[in-house]
């Protein structure tokens, strides 16, 4: 069987929570290593993170954290931490973070390889970090190649393994993972995965974080539009092949963008091969 995580984002109230223990709890058939709950822009979700996290493990779930620096200082992170630690995790998912809608150009930008070594340098638990990548290079990344060589300093800096945002061009992660291999990146490059489950949201945030939605693909769900049943068809096909080329070729796992939904993600779980 692959390996594969689940990501949710944190839902808003107590019924959203408990909705989500269910989605958790039926996605646990398909065995992943771990659930991760994502941790709004600027640290706004903070609170809501914690309590999500916390409901899922209550229920028995490895669910663990994203981090950032968000509007907090070091001191903030650290205990932050220190709280998940009591939950009993041993992984966390470590980022810079998107700039807090309204920040402006005054946002301070803390790097994840200063989280990363900030974590190392003062949690002595023993803790799996995981840091994200870019196959299709990150929109703010100077280049391709530094990009690479900023992902290497996060690895240096104490990460044990990547996922990477999702893309829809095999050859791109591929492409990627060789470069990687050649600058000295030796830790797993988990691809993530987006099920396709509503075309224009995905289009407005593929154009935000660089993601390439290839022209066929665009055009064929232009044309299937709107009909729900034809969508979750033609895109858990496509999606399904997706993964299946990158566990061939090698792809350690699989780290699914659930958007807190079940159905997608396991229409595309239930097709792979090991
Ligand atoms: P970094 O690794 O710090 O890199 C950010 C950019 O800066 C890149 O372009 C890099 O090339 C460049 N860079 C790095 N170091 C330097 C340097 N020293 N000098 C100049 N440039 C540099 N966002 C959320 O808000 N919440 C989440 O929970 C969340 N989860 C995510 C999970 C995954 C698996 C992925 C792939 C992304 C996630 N994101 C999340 C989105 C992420 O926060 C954004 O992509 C963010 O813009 C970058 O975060 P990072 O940790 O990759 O940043």
Redesign the pocket.
Known sequence: MPQFSFEFFPPRSSRGRANLVATAERLSRLGPEFYSV????GGSTRERTYEAVAALREAGINAIP?L?WGGVDADDVIALLNEYLKLGIDRI?A????VPSGAGSSHQFR???ALVRLIRARIDAPLYIE??AYPEV?P??PSAS??IE?LK??IDAGANGC???YFYNAEAYFHFRDRCAAAGIDVPIVP?VMPITNYDTLARFSAKAGVDIPRWLQRRLDEIGEHADALLDFSTEVVSILCQRLLTGGAPGLHFYTLNKAPPTEAIAERLVP
């Open positions: 994502t941790y709004g822009a994203h950032s998912v980022l810079r973070g998107d790097y994840a390889d840091v994200a990150h703010d990344a530094r990009d900023f300093r996060k996922i990477t945002q993530g």
